[in-house]
Structure formats: structure tokens, C-alpha cells
């Protein structure tokens, strides 16, 4: 078994092959050992591609959520180079995955299998020592001879895991690695029982349940009763095995037992994802509000904060609100439960309240990512140029952030900033992997800056990365 979906793709796949399936090519060969600002640009590219055409939850408050989460355990493990980038991917698959550079995604169904904090720390301290031990530098040192490197047909099997289906991802990724079997397999169990091992020290160091892997290999080791339709994708080609559950327990024998409460914002996460990635908002609102009659606080007040979500995306207003007072009277300061009530005034078109909430909130957490952009969803609509400006001055810090270079470009528009348009869209098309269309939009700043000497140098410079980006990709 393997939550990666992985890091080493050493295969036969051309790149004619990869240009077929209209994806880039990462480079023909890799001889020796890889650098680590090599993977950091392999993992770049890597990046831009997949969020280009993968499906991925752009949700702030998640996205927060994932990454404190990812480098509190950063922080407690062997990793060198902690610069990190997640990307949390819709599909409902069970699934993780750590590429060379510091790329660690997700996919929202860990959050459905996952019933603990603990748990899903697990499966990202599992990704993590992926990157510490450097795994994808000895494995293309163990198959130098024998393969040629080519991130494409890994992206291909992703791309097709998360928009086609689980099986066809998997027939791709099965191809690509195929090179020799019974040692890709060797490599790969080795691999994978060191990150158990380097996993569950970070666990330890992070102060977290060090048992919470065995935990999460006894529930996936569960699932494989399921029918083939339920059934993780990763599970019927890398089973988890009983001995590989017995080596996570011996690893721990030796802390004391401790008992973990609950963790109110990992349920909420949790409640979350189950509302925001609903079909129809009123499909889960029957669950939410069984579940509001749990014999456990937590997970009672995580179905609440779910039933509003769901109620607010109905245009239930005013039930939401009704069911959002205990919450606020319970934890005040807890920023998701801000943000819904917020959420549900800008819904109503009650901008002023929205941003009465908000504001008052990023007092007492000034610069706090969902907290800003919430207040920009709501100033888009009242004051643009104000929201174009908390949206700028975030962008110094989030330059990696997509999702907020399109929001940005939106605010810009909104406040007649043109010249801010396109250079919002041209850093947005770069980090979604569509190089063309970022050189043209910086080829459209131009004639709007040109008595602008130094925006004018600005964007000359932006526009030479960019080419030398896309000459690395050719």
C-alpha cells in the first residue's frame, strides 16, 4: 500500500507520449543523484501542471487549516528544505501524495476516512518523510541504468485519477513505473517502510499520537471488505499488509498510552468538506442534523457548524443563523465559526454586517489568511479598491496562491485598475501551468504602463521568467 500517488515516476513514457496527452514534458533524462534545488523545480513544474488540470478545492479556511497542520509536523521531522506547497484536490478518492520540491496534496476524501486529527497527521507525517529521506533522488539513482526519468506519465495518472476515474489513474501510474517489476516493487516497500518509521518519530516529536499510523493502516486494512466500487484506489494494488500494521504498533510499544481528545477543528474541517462538496446543499442537511443529536460535544457542535454551511449555501438564512448562536456563544474567537456568520450575512447581500464581523475578528488576528480573504469577498462588492489593496498586500506573502491572484485580478477589474488585471492574470496563468496565456497578458500591461518607467521594467523582467519557464518546459 501507498498513500503516494507518488514521487517517483521512472519509466519507459516518452515525452512524445506525454505531448500526445497534451501535458509537458519535465525532462527527458535524470543522471545521478538529484539536487535538492533540482526537485524544487521539478516540483514547481510539477504544480503548475496539476492545478491546471486537476480539479482542486480552492476553500481558504481548509486550505489553512492543511497547511498549519503540515508544518507543525514540518517542523518536528528530518526535512531540510521546508519550503511547502499543498494542494488539496477534489475527488472523493482516498488518497495523498508528496512530489520532489516540497509538493504535498491531498484529496478531499482523506477527510472522510480519516475520523481523527491524529489520523490524517499520519498519513502527512507519512508524506513528509517521503521528502525528508529524499526518496525520489535514490530512486532514480537505483534506476539510472535501467529507466528514463519523466514526471509527465506521473501527472498523466493524477490528472486521470481526479477527472476520469480511480482505475484508469492507476493503469497509467502502473505503466509508467513498469520498468522492472519485481525491483520497482523492492524499492518501493522499502520506501514505504521507512516513511512509516521516520513518520512515527515525527508523530512523537510533534507531540502527537505516535499509534494514530497503526490506526489508519487498521482502517484502510478494514476497507478492503468493501465492494470494488468503495474500495480505496490505492488499496487494490498496495494492500496493507497485517505484518506492515504489526511493524507501526512494535515501533510505538515502548511510548505510554495516551488518550487524545477530540479536535474541534479537525471536525470542522471535516463537517466542512462534507457541505462544500455536496451536489445540492440540501443533500447533507438531513445528515448534519442527525448527527447534531451525537452523545459527543465535538461532534455534535462540528454537525451544527456543518447544518449551517449547508442552510447558508440553501438560502436557509435565517435557520442558519438559528443554529449558528450556540456556536458563536460556545467559542467566540474560533475564526471558521466567524467567517459562517459572515458568510451568511454577504449571501443575504448584508455587506455591511459581513464586514462589521470580519473586521472585528482580523483585530484580534491581524494578516490571518481566510480572515482577509473573507473580508475581500465582501468589499468586492461594496468598496473594490480597498479589497484590491488587502489583496495585494497578501500577495507578498502567498505569491503561490492561485486561487488569490484570481481573486485579486477580480478586484482590480472591479476598481478600474487594468494594468493590475493583467498582471494579476499573468502571475494566475503561470501558476496554473498556461505560460502563453501569461506572457499575453503582460504583453497587454504594456501599452497601459508605458509612461510608467519603472512598472514598465517590472514587467519586462516578470515577462523573461516566464520565457525562460517555458523554454525549461520545450
Known amino acids: 500500500m501507498r498513500w503516494t500517488v507518488l514521487l517517483i515516476a521512472l519509466g519507459t513514457t516518452s515525452a512524445a507520449n506525454a505531448s500526445k496527452q497534451n501535458l509537458p514534458s519535465f525532462g527527458d533524462a535524470v543522471s545521478g543523484v538529484v539536487s535538492l534545488p533540482q526537485e524544487r523545480e521539478i516540483g514547481q513544474d510539477f504544480l503548475r501542471s496539476l492545478r491546471g488540470q486537476a480539479p482542486t478545492i480552492d476553500d481558504p479556511i481548509l486550505q489553512d487549516?492543511?497547511?498549519?497542520?503540515?508544518?507543525?509536523?514540518?517542523?518536528?521531522?528530518?526535512?531540510?528544505?521546508r519550503r511547502l506547497d499543498l494542494v488539496i484536490v477534489d475527488s472523493p478518492i482516498l488518497n495523498a501524495f508528496a512530489v520532489p520540491g516540497g509538493i504535498i496534496g491531498i484529496h478531499h476524501g482523506l477527510?472522510?476516512?480519516?475520523?481523527?486529527?491524529?489520523?490524517?497527521?499520519?498519513?502527512?507525517?507519512?508524506e513528509i518523510a517521503?521528502?525528508?529521506?529524499?526518496?525520489?533522488?535514490?530512486?532514480?539513482?537505483?534506476?539510472?541504468?535501467?529507466a528514463v526519468f519523466n514526471m509527465a506519465g506521473l501527472l498523466a495518472s493524477v490528472v486521470l485519477m481526479t477527472t476520469v476515474g480511480g482505475e484508469a489513474g492507476m493503469a497509467a501510474l502502473n505503466t509508467v513505473q513498469g520498468v522492472s517489476q519485481a525491483s520497482q516493487l523492492r524499492h518501493s516497500?522499502?520506501?514505504?517502510?521507512?516513511?512509516?518509521?521516520?513518520?512515527?518519530?515525527?508523530?512523537v516529536s510533534a507531540k502527537m499520537d505516535p499509534r494514530a499510523m497503526a490506526h489508519m493502516f487498521e482502517r484502510l486494512e478494514r476497507s478492503t471488505r468493501y465492494s470494488a466500487d468503495e474500495m480505496p484506489e490505492f488499496l487494490r494494488t498496495h494492500p496493507v499488509t497485517k505484518s506492515r500494521i504489526a511493524d507501526a504498533y512494535n515501533q510505538t510499544a515502548s511510548y505510554p498510552k495516551k488518550a487524545y481528545p477530540l479536535n474541534l477543528d479537525f471536525h470542522l474541517m471535516k463537517a466542512r468538506v462534507k457541505a462544500i462538496t455536496a451536489k445540492l446543499?440540501?443533500?447533507?442537511?438531513?445528515?448534519?442534523?442527525?448527527?447534531?443529536?451525537?452523545?459527543?460535544?465535538?461532534i455534535r457542535h462540528a454537525n451544527t457548524y456543518g447544518l449551517v454551511l449547508a442552510m447558508a449555501a440553501n438560502s436557509q438564512f435565517d435557520e442558519a443563523s438559528r443554529h449558528l448562536i450556540p456556536l458563536l456563544d460556545a467559542y467566540p474567537d474560533k475564526i471558521a465559526i466567524q467567517i459562517?456568520?459572515?458568510?451568511?450575512?454577504?449571501?443575504?447581500?448584508?455587506?455591511?454586517?459581513?464586514?462589521?464581523?470580519?473586521?472585528?475578528a482580523m483585530k484580534l488576528n491581524p494578516k490571518n489568511y481566510p480572515l482577509t480573504m473573507a473580508l475581500a469577498d465582501v468589499l468586492i462588492n461594496t468598496k473594490p479598491k480597498r479589497a484590491q489593496n488587502i489583496l495585494t498586500s497578501l500577495s507578498t506573502n502567498r505569491k503561490n496562491d492561485a486561487?488569490?491572484?484570481?481573486?485579486?485580478?477580480?478586484?482590480?477589474?472591479?476598481?478600474?485598475?487594468?494594468?493590475?488585471?493583467?498582471?494579476?492574470?499573468?502571475?494566475?496563468?503561470?501558476?496554473?501551468?498556461?505560460?502563453?496565456?501569461?506572457?499575453?497578458?503582460?504583453?497587454?500591461?504594456?501599452?497601459?504602463?508605458?509612461?510608467?518607467?519603472?512598472?514598465?521594467?517590472k514587467v519586462r523582467s516578470r515577462k523573461r521568467e516566464i520565457q525562460e519557464l517555458k523554454d525549461k518546459r520545450s
Do not use: C
Open 65 to 81: 487549516y492543511v497547511e498549519h497542520l503540515t508544518y507543525k509536523l514540518a517542523a518536528n521531522s528530518e526535512l531540510v528544505d
Open 111 to 126: 477527510f472522510r476516512y480519516a475520523e481523527t486529527e491524529q489520523e490524517i497527521a499520519a498519513i502527512l507525517a507519512h
Open 130 to 146: 517521503h521528502l525528508s529521506q529524499r526518496h525520489f533522488a535514490r530512486g532514480v539513482e537505483a534506476q539510472q541504468k535501467s
Open 189 to 203: 516497500r522499502g520506501r514505504e517502510a521507512e516513511a512509516d518509521r521516520v513518520g512515527i518519530d515525527t508523530l
Open 281 to 298: 446543499p440540501g443533500d447533507v442537511i438531513p445528515a448534519f442534523l442527525a448527527g447534531m443529536d451525537h452523545e459527543d460535544r465535538v
Open 340 to 360: 459562517a456568520e459572515a458568510n451568511i450575512h454577504l449571501k443575504a447581500e448584508r455587506y455591511d454586517q459581513a464586514q462589521g464581523i470580519l473586521e472585528s
Open 403 to 457: 486561487y488569490l491572484w484570481y481573486h485579486l485580478a477580480e478586484a482590480a477589474g472591479l476598481a478600474d485598475d487594468i494594468p493590475e488585471v493583467h498582471w494579476s492574470r499573468a502571475e494566475y496563468f503561470v501558476l496554473t501551468g498556461n505560460l502563453d496565456q501569461a506572457l499575453k497578458q503582460l504583453d497587454y500591461t504594456l501599452p497601459l504602463i508605458k509612461r510608467n518607467f519603472q512598472q514598465e521594467a
